[in-house]
């Protein structure tokens, strides 16, 4: 069998059409997932009764069915309510609540391992709770969870390879698209996995810049 | 009148009573420590003075104000009564003037310009105005501790609380604190200290109070106190840590 990358170069807009589709998918996730986390993550840890408990579900049925379900759930499901949703909002919609959940659970994890002397410095200052989480709690239990959180933001990326199943034109639909007209499955699913390589690895390196004058207090340095 | 008068403070910790009845008051500009053993109360005491803690019987006023229960919301407490803690808790991800800034700027409303000239007053009180860009990793604990009182200082408290300030510092770190307290009293800041410094104690404030299982054992004035204890408890405890 012979590598025949030039019976590529036709689809390269087709490519670079799933590649932008993809990238904005995961930048915009990336935000209002991390968003959303921070606050489900104060009402659930922070606030009782019927809100806390609602999101619990949420956050319990997202983290226990599969994407893909979760996905058609939105996409075929809720037009059959009576609510149109197109395929890229649904796409969206998904992905952010997927962020969502695991990452309010992640940063949880960093909310319950701040020192009570934190808890009681805010207070005795006069800091509200929600003043105190947010000027507060959060920062820190952003830095104590960060790697986890650069990991899921990447696995919600990858993830949305899963889109192109309610044809969403992401990189997977576009090579899927390209191979069922030229026929060379391997140079056109090598193209994109290096691609998603790529961007998965850009995505961390960006991650850590972010991280790194962000969480500039961790480190001791001359000030 | 007094400026702090609390009255028959009781409270428990599950069937543990740690306050047995308190009786205390404290006039405008006295520099009072607060002595006793491990597990005497003192600290329980002092946290319910900012209500750290709830007392579960008993009133504390503030001037002709009452404090304790619901009567003050955490942000006028917290504009009346400072607290300085053992273990600093500076917020590790915030600048020094970041830190003293926060309160004024989130609880009181201060505009920022404003807030920061208040940080920059207190932060030179202390003696910490060269370092107000660093971060808390950056500095030594008794620097921690100094920018931890600049922080309780610039919500312009009336009564600042004092939580074994100089028990998490290295020796050789202790005095650099105990001067920022000491000039503090000298400019009438009314100061409740709950301190395992016996010298400072003596050579400092005006009155200790000496806390024995849950009550007000005896207090005086620091030079009587110390060398003529009325109690062997009292006399006691001295023997044990001079």
Not at chain 1, 142 to 149: A, C, D, E, G, I
Not at chain 2, 210 to 229: A, K, V, W, Y
Request: net charge neutral; charged share 20%; glycine share 8%.
């Amino acid at each position: 069998m012979t590598l025949d990358f030039s019976t590529l170069l036709p689809y390269s807009g087709v490519i670079i059409e799933g590649l932008v589709t993809t990238l904005w998918l995961t930048v915009v996730t990336t935000f209002a997932g991390i968003a959303l986390a921070i606050v489900v993550a104060y009402v659930r840890d922070l606030e009782s009764g019927i809100m806390s408990r609602l999101l619990g579900g949420y956050v319990e049925v997202v983290r226990n069915t599969p994407f893909i379900v979760q996905l058609f759930f939105l996409f075929f499901g809720l037009p059959a309510l009576g609510i149109p949703i197109s395929a890229p909002v649904a796409a969206l919609v998904a992905m952010v609540l997927n962020l969502g959940a695991y990452t309010a659970e992640i940063l949880r994890a960093g909310i319950d391992s701040t020192a009570r002397g934190q808890h009681e410095a805010a207070r005795a200052l006069g800091l509200s709770r929600l003043q105190s989480y947010r000027h507060v709690v959060l920062v820190p239990a952003f830095s104590r969870v960060y790697p986890s959180l650069i990991s899921q933001c990447i696995i919600v990326m990858l993830g949305s390879a899963v889109v192109s199943q309610i044809s969403v034109f992401d990189l997977t639909y576009a090579a899927n698209f390209i191979q069922s007209r030229n026929f060379r499955g391997f140079e056109v699913y090598l193209v994109v996995t290096l691609i998603y390589l790529l961007l998965a690895v850009g995505m961390r390196r960006s991650f850590e810049l972010v991280g790194r004058r962000l969480f500039a207090f961790r480190q001791g340095g001359s000030a | 009148m007094a400026l702090v008068s609390v009255k028959d403070l009781h409270k428990s910790f599950g069937d543990l009573e740690v306050l047995k009845g308190i009786d205390l008051e404290i006039e405008s500009g006295e520099v009072v420590a607060v002595i006793g053993r491990s597990g005497s109360g003192k600290s329980t005491f002092l946290r319910c003075l900012n209500q750290l803690e709830q007392h579960d019987w008993g009133t504390i006023h503030l001037a002709d104000q009452r404090l304790d229960g619901t009567a003050m919301s955490p942000g006028e407490l917290s504009q009346n009564v400072g607290i300085v803690f053992q273990s600093f808790n500076l917020f590790p991800h915030k600048t020094v003037v970041e830190n003293v800034m926060l309160a004024p700027l989130v609880v009181k409303q201060t505009p920022r310009a404003e807030a920061r000239k208040i940080a920059e007053e207190v932060l030179d009180k202390v003696g910490m105005l060269e370092k107000i860009d660093a971060y808390p990793a950056q500095l030594s604990g008794g620097q921690q501790q100094r920018v931890a009182i600049a922080r309780a200082l610039a919500m312009d408290p009336k009564v600042l609380l004092c939580d074994e300030v100089t028990s998490a510092l290295d020796p050789e770190l202790v005095g650099e604190v105990l001067l920022v307290l000491e000039s503090l009293a000298k400019e009438g800041m009314t100061l409740i200290l709950v301190t395992h410094e016996m010298k400072f104690a003596r050579d400092v404030s005006h009155r200790v109070v000496f806390m024995h299982q849950g009550r007000i054992h005896e207090s005086g004035d620091p030079q009587t106190l110390f060398t003529q204890p009325k109690t062997p408890e009292l006399a006691q405890f001295i023997a044990s840590v001079l």
